[in-house]
């Protein structure tokens, strides 16, 4: 990136643009504001801010410079909202003073979306500047991706027309050395547990032993669907989309997972699980519960809890019928829940699965795209997460291209989050060489 293309990227990494926290709605509309201006020096000559009841999105239309009327047309969509901090004292510099710390810029967004999104916003304004923008491009930036919103996937869902392909620049590398365009994502879906066996808590010394306890009820429901040796319970795996062995080996040679646990700070789930990593998160469901509470875990009070709660969640592989699967995990937890007690089900949300067929010409244009441009190899893998935006623009027939510049150690959503300021101007030097392809 140039100069000037980095300072704007500092400027815009300082608005602490958090959506899912309700006292930084005036930063929200700031950074609205900075990406106002940046899709205008795009080229864009209107700017749409959509609000439909939470934190607007921006939809801009930027005309190619030669023949717009036959110029193919390209979705380009971002976000600029970025996580919450967490604890400040785990930043070794404040998340939104972007830092230069060796070779890499820390800054909450920097990578997630910020600092990847902006490339393709560098790269349309580079060409547009020089009058060689070959297609045109809507961008659709939102401002709900980290918080559950959307408002965008509905604008999506109903556009028309559609374009004749998407570019999602929300993804990430293999490694330094090899590039990666995403060709799936997993679906999710999200549950919210509370089990009631009592009108209030008993002394456990009178009553332990006699009475139900809420905590043990709970951990006989939630064991209803978690994983065996990482497989879920086969009416949770119904449906998924076999991927060749031999394919799957390919990616478990290029995924190291012992360092990637250990680098996350985490430990393998079972001894087979650090050599299966690609598997477990690329080709199959999983279920993890994220959180749990009963009692007063801060004093020292023996009772008997009579409520306990817990945050589960499922990721749904390419090919389930998320709503079948979904009915399946909500009776597997109510099956499991003993005469006497209450199970109460909330579903806190749900997202579909997408998959791209990795030999789409669209696919295979991206990946040479990026070698020529940055001379670095392309593998189209599967990414273990969710993206409803993905999985929007494919239900509409959009060719889907997810890809970015992000590096597994990049700290997405942790402390630290941070950005490879070389990969700043390999993602620019990308990006417009993929809309040259996509217009060729």
């Known amino acids: 990136m140039t100069d000037d293309e980095l300072s704007r990227l500092h400027a815009y990494l300082r608005i602490p643009s958090i959506s899912a926290l309700p006292e930084h709605s005036a930063d929200m509309e700031e950074a609205v504001r900075f990406m106002e201006a940046e899709l205008r020096r795009a080229g864009a000559e209107s700017v749409d801010v959509l609000r439909t009841g939470g934190h ?8 190619a410079d030669i023949d717009p009327a036959a110029a193919r047309t390209v979705l ?8 919450p901090v967490g604890d ?9 003073e972007p830092t230069v710390r060796g070779e890499h810029l820390y800054a909450r967004g920097a990578s997630d979306n910020k600092g990847n999104f902006f490339q393709v916003l560098c790269a349309v304004q580079r060409l547009h500047a020089a009058g060689d923008l070959p297609v045109n491009v809507l961008f659709l930036v939102d401002g709900e991706e980290e918080s559950g919103g959307d408002s965008a996937i509905r604008w999506v869902e109903a556009m028309d027309p559609v374009a004749d392909v998407a570019v999602i620049w929300d993804g990430g590398m293999v490694n330094r050395a090899l590039a990666s365009v995403e060709s799936g994502v997993r679906g999710l879906i999200y549950r919210r547990v509370t089990v009631r066996c009592g009108t209030r808590d008993g002394h456990s010394g009178l009553f332990g032993g006699a009475a139900m306890n809420a905590c043990h009820v709970l951990s006989d429901v939630l064991a209803a669907v978690r994983p065996r040796d990482g497989r879920v319970p086969a ?14 080996q390919e990616w478990e040679t290029l995924v190291d997972g012992p360092g990637m646990l250990a680098d996350a700070g985490l430990v393998p789930a079972d001894a087979d699980a650090a050599a299966n990593v690609a598997r ?11 959180a749990i509470w009963a009692g007063e875990a801060d004093a020292v009070k023996t009772v008997i809890p009579t409520v306990a709660h817990a945050m589960v969640s499922m990721r749904v592989a390419p090919g389930q019928d ?17 005469d006497g007690a209450e199970v109460v089900v909330e579903d806190m949300g749900v997202a579909d699965p997408g998959v791209m067929d990795p030999e789409h010409p669209a696919m295979r244009a991206t990946m040479r795209a990026i070698t020529d441009a940055t001379g670095l190899p ?9 993206l409803p935006i993905f999985s929007a623009m494919t239900g509409r027939g959009m060719p889907t291209i997810l890809t970015g510049f992000t590096l597994p150690d990049d700290a997405i ?6 950005m490879l300021i070389a990969n700043l101007g390999t993602g620019v030097q990308a990006a417009m060489a993929m809309l040259t392809a996509f217009a060729e």
Do not use: K
Request: glycine share 8%; with cysteine.
């Open 378 to 386: 392309v593998i189209a893998m599967r990414t273990g997460g969710t």
């Open 280 to 290: 477990r998160t690329m080709v199959n469901p999983s279920v993890d519960v994220n």
């Open 76 to 83: 380009g969509y971002g976000h600029y909202d970025v996580q």
């Open 88 to 96: 400040p004292e785990r930043w070794d510099s404040p998340a939104f």
């Open 56 to 63: 607007p999105f921006l939809v801009a239309p930027v005309a």
């Open 413 to 418: 959503h942790s402390p630290n989050e941070r």
């Open 235 to 248: 009416e949770l795996g119904a449906g998924a989309s076999p991927v060749p062995d031999a394919l799957v």
């Open 322 to 338: 998320t709503a079948a699967v979904a009915r399946a995990f909500d009776a597997l937890l109510r099956s499991a829940c003993p």
